[in-house]
């Protein structure tokens, strides 16, 4: 019992600590002999006497009872633990009571520290989630937007390309290089295939190649075509 660092008690029926042994030294601040004589609501704060105090009547009524409660050391410091308590009976009478108390501050302390983190992590991780729902939704719009863009672009395509193709007069495309890309093939000239990539100057006659470059290049400069 002098080793135990569980404090042993033993209380009268008046809750006047009658035996404690030296362990109850580390949770109170009070040596045993101090303690001897005490009431123990003395170690209870204020806010926790009457639920004590229903607890201790409680013991008395039913002969044991195992409970939480908050007690209060030397220096006002409160301290979490756990006591277990049964009534000590002598020819059949109620003589008192004795129980076992354990300090559980620092695992309390413990506890409520990883229920912050816990409740940290689920907030962090529920403000990502809204995060990422959001983001997955503006890249499901760009996507879609770009979707559409492309069916859009490709129906232009396919009707220019009717309209392209179609066309009564031989025409040419080229790009800024003046390099053919693509014709309607409306001509004698050489396969379309064979004229895409080569120079759109060479099949113009010699004597009105320059004219040719320069309206070319007054096109691009200005955005305006002159024939």
Do not use: W
């Amino acid at each position: 019992v002098e080793r135990e660092k569980d404090v042993i008690y033993a209380l009268d029926l008046e809750g006047n600590v009658s035996f404690v042994n030296p362990a109850a030294e580390q949770v109170v601040g009070y040596k045993p002999e101090e303690i001897i004589g005490m009431n123990f609501m003395s170690f209870v704060p204020e806010e926790s006497r009457e639920r004590s105090a229903a607890n201790f009547q409680r013991l008395i009524e039913t002969g044991e009872i195992s409970a939480q409660a908050v007690m209060v050391d030397r220096q006002g410091r409160r301290r979490d633990v756990e006591y277990s308590s049964t009534v000590v009976y002598e020819g059949g009478k109620a003589v008192g009571t004795q129980g076992i108390l354990r300090d559980v501050t620092h695992r309390k302390q413990a506890e409520e520290e990883l229920r912050k983190a816990r409740d940290e992590l689920e907030l962090r991780v529920e403000e990502r989630t809204i995060e990422l729902s959001a983001a997955n939704a503006a890249l499901r719009d760009v996507i879609a937007q770009r979707r559409r863009a492309e069916e859009a672009r490709l129906e232009s395509e396919i009707r220019f390309q009717g309209l392209f193709e179609n066309l009564p007069d031989f025409v040419i495309v080229v790009d800024r290089e003046a390099k053919i890309r693509f014709t309607n093939g409306r001509s004698e000239a050489p396969d379309p295939e064979k004229l895409a990539g080569t120079l759109g100057f060479n099949y113009i006659v010699p004597q009105d190649r320059s004219s040719c470059q320069e309206a070319f290049e007054r096109a691009f400069d200005t955005g305006e075509v002159q024939s």
